[in-house]
């Protein structure tokens, strides 16, 4: 497994970089030697973030904690990983290491109860090419945290969300 740690607007110490490898190594347990974690040591603010990204054969599982200390976010995003590894395992056991998923967790004594999502709505959108700064616009008009669209300069689509923070977000799609 490789381990990629990177900051951004904090310096990361060399015993926190240990104790990130050692407790993130832990995780291969469940993954083949091609899985790629990504942890991104971050300071906003005056809290600290930590964003810890796992991608292997497909999978791709993320947590993201934000507190006081670096050492506890770690100690939290962890758990939130394992957790969906456990959650989603049944349905993609093939790409997990052979029997890891075993009860034997490793950031937790016993599985929480964890409810399965369903689809309750379905909204379709007609797509028009248009540009961010219209796309801007109507999600102000609606009453909704984002708008698909289909962007004008690269023919995609887009969704623009707003944001925790109340800035506007923008995802680009690629296919």
Request: a neutral charge; aromatic letters at 12%; glycine letters at 4%.
């Amino acid at each position: 497994m490789e381990i990629e740690i990177n900051s951004k607007n904090y310096v990361v110490s060399e015993k926190l970089k240990e104790i990130i490898e050692k407790k993130v190594s832990k995780l291969d347990k469940y993954f083949n030697a091609d899985a790629v974690v990504k942890v991104l040591c971050k300071k906003e603010g005056t809290f600290n973030k930590l964003e810890l990204t796992v991608r292997s054969k497909g999978l791709f599982y993320r947590a993201e904690v934000t507190g006081e200390n670096m050492y506890e976010n770690i100690d939290q995003a962890l758990p939130k990983v394992e957790r969906q590894i456990v959650k989603y395992g049944d349905k993609f056991f093939t790409r997990l290491k052979k029997d890891s998923l075993n009860k034997d967790y490793l950031f937790f004594d016993e599985l929480p109860e964890m409810k399965r999502l369903e689809v309750v709505k379905k909204k379709t959108f007609e797509l028009e090419p248009i540009s961010v700064e219209d796309a801007k616009i109507f999600l102000d008009t609606i009453d909704n945290n984002f708008y698909v669209f289909l962007n004008r300069e690269t023919n995609n689509v887009n969704i623009l969300y707003r944001r925790n923070d109340g800035n506007l977000g923008l995802i680009e799609t690629i296919y």
